[in-house]
């Protein structure tokens, strides 16, 4: 290391840009010399499967922003392991006086970072947080009464209000990037085979880069799935390949629904911070008394895009073959799991989690206990999804579903697993007596 200056870490996490990086942003501007590093976080890793294109996407990112920072004069530091063990020895080790992260709302990394936090404070180490992940965080947007929000539209009307051109202000990390400690030689990034993957390719990763014409045509167009209309920008935002504040802009400008459908992201995020536990219970603890049927034939069916119901079907070999489903379908899904099926909305949670590149576990609970009946802002146990309403107003010309589901209108197309009258029917009942026992 070249540089004798005093020392601080920027941890990039869910942030994987240099540009408009507001932790970064701070750091640069610490008057310290700033060594950037990312942890392939072991505990994480453990649970993935050996092909999963998610830990490949961010590994591609990673490559990339090693590149950035080579081209700076600098390094993004890589290491393996458990951070709440592996960050106190490295900042021993290069002598770091304080570490730059940027927040994460989620449980398990509340538990983690405040672990990280009074262990380096044992040590006389800052460990210094700052909001990039979305617009508003934690305690920004409250009721008047000083409480968090449950329901999205005041919420959303509130966050409006709330929103100012300082809280869009970029933050110019790239300007100050002459305070990275510059390192001579690169680091050599681990191989995805000794981090336990195989590091194939499977599905295309959307592009960072949406045309001008979805955002501005996005009302109109973001319900049919046969259509190029909704943005594919959800893993971007999900690890940080984007800015939030760039794009949130661009919306207010172009398309109050896309500004929108950011704002229900704000909100997700606001809840999993506040009710932590409703990423596993129920936001409306009596819904968890609820006698799902469970049936793992109709789970397998539904998981395979084999239910006899084209929507349905269509969505999930989308999700199977690509990682990806599109929103309205993804709410049709989520309806005919819990609502026909009577299956635990965590049981479709889960798959989801599994599948879906853009996967987060705030809006993925939220969405699920919205189809559920049993969120903070849910659709009534009552109203439910009729597959082949949805269809023919969604769908009409069978585009999108004869993509994915070539059998459909032969004779190897599966009949419905189950009939929409009869089992919508037994739900209202089996949903009305749970809450009616309250």
């Known amino acids: 290391m070249e540089n004798n200056s005093k020392l601080a870490f920027f941890w990039h ?7 408009d990086n507001h932790g970064l942003y701070k750091a640069l501007t610490s008057g310290l010399s700033v060594i950037p590093f990312f ?8 649970k993935l499967k050996p092909d999963d294109q998610r830990f490949l996407f961010i590994y591609q990112q990673i490559e990339r922003l090693k ?26 080790e290069y002598g770091i006086e304080k570490v730059f992260t940027n927040r994460d709302y989620e449980p398990n990394a509340i538990t983690r970072d ?18 990039d992940h979305v617009i508003f965080e934690k305690n920004e947007v409250l009721k008047d009464d000083g409480k968090p929000y449950t329901v999205f539209t005041p919420y959303a009307n509130k966050w409006k209000k709330t929103l100012s051109s300082n809280d869009l202000e970029s933050f110019e990390s790239l300007e ?16 995805m085979t000794s981090l336990g993957f195989k590091g194939i390719q499977l599905v295309d990763f959307p592009s960072e880069n949406t045309p001008e014409e979805i955002i501005k045509n996005y009302t109109e167009n973001r319900d049919y799935p046969s259509k190029n209309g909704t943005s594919r920008l959800g893993i971007h935002l999900r690890f940080g390949t984007i800015s939030i504040r760039e794009l949130a802009t661009h919306a207010k400008n172009s398309n109050e629904t896309f500004l929108n459908e950011l704002i229900w992201r704000d909100f997700y995020q606001m ?11 129920s936001f409306k603890p009596i819904y968890d008394l609820i006698p799902w049927s469970n049936n793992e034939a109709h789970f397998e069916a539904w998981r395979q895009g084999k239910t006899g119901y084209p929507l349905v079907d269509a969505g999930m070999r989308e999700l199977n073959a690509t990682g990806h489903m599109h929103n309205r379908v993804r709410m049709v899904v989520a309806s005919f799991l819990t609502k026909h099926l009577l299956i635990d ?3 479709g949670a889960n798959y989801f989690a599994e599948k879906l590149l853009d996967f987060e576990l705030a809006s993925n609970a939220g969405g699920w206990q919205w189809a559920a009946g049993s969120g903070c802002d849910a659709a009534p146990y009552f109203r439910i999804f009729n597959p082949k309403l949805q269809l023919e107003k969604f769908d009409k010309q069978f585009i999108y579903t004869k993509k994915w589901v070539p059998e459909f209108g032969t ?15 037994h739900t209202i009942e089996v949903y009305k007596q749970t809450l009616n026992n309250k």
């Not at 809840?271 to 219970?281: Q, R, T, W």
Request: overall charge positive.
């Open 176 to 191: 100050k990037t002459n305070n990275l400690i510059h390192t001579n030689p690169i680091q050599e990034l681990p191989s």
């Open 67 to 92: 590149k950035t920072y080579a081209n700076l004069g600098s390094d993004l530091k890589v290491f393996h392991g458990n951070p709440t063990e592996l960050l106190p020895k490295l900042c021993e």
């Open 114 to 131: 405040l672990h990280v936090f009074e262990t380096l404070k044992s040590k006389n180490i800052e460990f210094i947080g700052a909001k």
């Open 411 to 425: 004779k190897s197309y599966p009949t419905p697993i189950v009939e929409h009258a009869t089992v919508t029917k």
């Open 39 to 46: 942890i392939f976080d072991s505990t994480i890793l453990s």
């Open 345 to 347: 909305w965590r049981w």
């Open 13 to 19: 996490r869910r942030d994987l840009r240099i540009h």
């Open 271 to 281: 809840i999993i911070y506040h009710f932590p536990n409703s990423s596993e219970n």
